[in-house]
């Protein structure tokens, strides 16, 4: 397998136009994730989802943000309109689905770093 | 509030040398504490993940303790080499939830 895997692997866009992020998960996770990391505030959690339904998009930061799951091997993150600070790397996880060890590894994708001018 | 600390911000070390990281956490109920990797321009890689029960786990060079009653973890790098210059991040699950809280990461740079 190819691990997660996310495009573009770089975005620079100007202030006010929609970016749109994708991700495939890895074959037979039942979890995705999106999150953003900067160096201000680290890595977190934005939205999850669970069989390509949201779970919990209480991270989404603003009504800009939006999160779709059409299928089990590809998720979008949309930002309209983006703004310069919603530069930051995002990045893609994937999941399967809690055990009995609760071990829940997540396995992440090498991130898009997106830039807004 | 569940909260994950990691010291130091940042540490120089000579190739060859072992370095220990710390992380002291204040999640509840706790469920598991990972240690992960993440190499400049990539994504996290896990190194280890250990539950309540587990004192210490390895892989490879890099040995992770937990002390589940101090809510504190270690995470010891043996015989450093110029490829373990990193981020490492401590990241804490709270009771089985898929939510984790992460630390803000120790950047470890290895030098010739």
């Known amino acids: 397998d190819a691990g997660v895997i996310q495009s573009p692997r770089h975005e620079v866009t100007e202030m006010g136009q929609e970016v749109t992020l994708r991700c495939k998960p890895i074959?037979?996770?039942?979890?995705l994730f999106w999150y953003r990391q900067t160096m201000m505030r680290g890595l977190e959690l934005l939205i999850y989802f669970n069989n390509n339904v949201p779970i919990d998009d209480s991270g989404m930061p603003e009504d800009r943000f939006s999160a779709k799951m059409p299928n089990a091997s590809f998720s979008t993150l949309k930002i309209q309109p983006s703004e310069p600070r919603d530069s930051a790397v995002y990045f893609c996880a994937s999941s399967f689905p809690l055990a009995g060890g609760l071990r829940n590894e997540q396995f992440f994708g090498p991130g898009t770093r997106l830039t807004v001018l | 509030k569940n909260q994950v600390e990691q010291s130091p911000q940042s540490l120089i070390i000579l190739e060859g040398k072992n370095c220990t990281l710390q992380c002291n956490y204040t999640v509840s109920p706790f469920s598991n504490l990972r240690w992960y990797k993440q190499d400049t321009g990539r994504g996290p890689v896990s190194l280890t993940i250990m539950t309540f029960s587990e004192n210490t786990k390895s892989n490879g060079r890099y040995t992770a303790t937990l002390d589940a009653d101090t809510k504190q973890s270690s995470l010891h790098i043996t015989a450093s080499q110029l490829s373990d210059s990193a981020s490492y991040i401590c990241?804490?699950?709270?009771?089985?939830?898929?939510?984790?809280?992460f630390g803000s990461g120790t950047r470890l740079l290895v030098r010739p």
């Open positions: 990241v804490v699950s709270a009771s089985s939830s898929y939510k984790l809280i």
């Open positions: 074959s037979g996770h039942d979890y």
